[in-house]
């Protein structure tokens, strides 16, 4: 009987041992940054069938799982160069691919404002194809870049991947749930699509100096211009309502460009 007591607790000893050894809290953040992928891979499906709304929805639930991966990596100290990656692999679908294929579903609703040519047929297929194809691409060159550039640690340069998810959705959310004409106008001008959609790609790749929301104290001061732009979106939708949400990105953006501003006039005063 001792003998069979010694064997149960040497496997408990061991299963123990093991546990230890390959604890299951560093495979959390990897889990949760799957569910940003699968949340992702979602939205594409809905956006390719013109629920688009819907894909909007689930691009704000890949956000949240973005945060909380990272949230949860610092938490239990369970950083990983897997990790790492594949929370880049999960970024380019949930937020480079996932929103082109809204703007490619707006671009085809919209075609119709697209000038006719003698080739027009041709030129808007074009168009239609090629223009969001722009999105996923610098989505792509944004991240590789960030994965190898220390010096976004405390701050991004150039318009994060969520950043620019969040301004595609941001309209459709506002549209759907506001009476706004000046969006509905917007979402249904090719023109307007167009230029929207290279403006915010190409800002992915420039190294203009924006935001993190990443902060390690909650403390006024180091956070002010994460403090402003929060007082900014809670005024801007309190005024505007849904409507507002359409403001967000350009709001991150000017507040940004302002803290910068800010941070550079310090040394001179003193």
Sequence with gaps: ??????????????????????SMKKHIPNFITSLNLASGFIAVIFAFNGEIVTASWLIVAAMIFDFLDGLSARVLKAYSDIGK???????????????????YELLTDSSGSIPAFSDGLVIKNLAIT?????????AALRLAKFNIDTTQ?????????????????????AGNYSDSKIVDT???????????TIFISLLMVTRIPLLSLKTSH????????RYLLVASVIFVLAIFGMAGAALIVPLYIIV?????????????QR
């Design 186 to 196: 917007f979402t249904g001008s090719s023109s307007a699509l167009i230029i929207f």
């Design 256 to 268: 940004s460009l302002i803290s910068l501003l800010f941070r550079k006039s310090l040394p001179e």
């Design 130 to 138: 090629l223009i969001p194809v722009i999105m996923p691409v610098c």
């Design 153 to 173: 640690a405390t701050s991004f340069k150039g318009l994060p991947t969520p950043a620019n998810a969040l301004a595609v959705i941001s309209v459709i959310i």
């Design 218 to 225: 909650l403390k006024f001061k180091g956070n002010e211009g």
């Design 1 to 22: 009987m001792n003998h069979k007591s010694n064997n149960k607790k040497k496997i408990y000893l061991n299963f123990v041992l093991f546990v230890k050894q390959h």
């Design 85 to 103: 990656e594949l929370d880049s692999l999960a970024d380019i679908v949930s937020f480079g691919v996932a929103p082109a294929i809204i703007i």
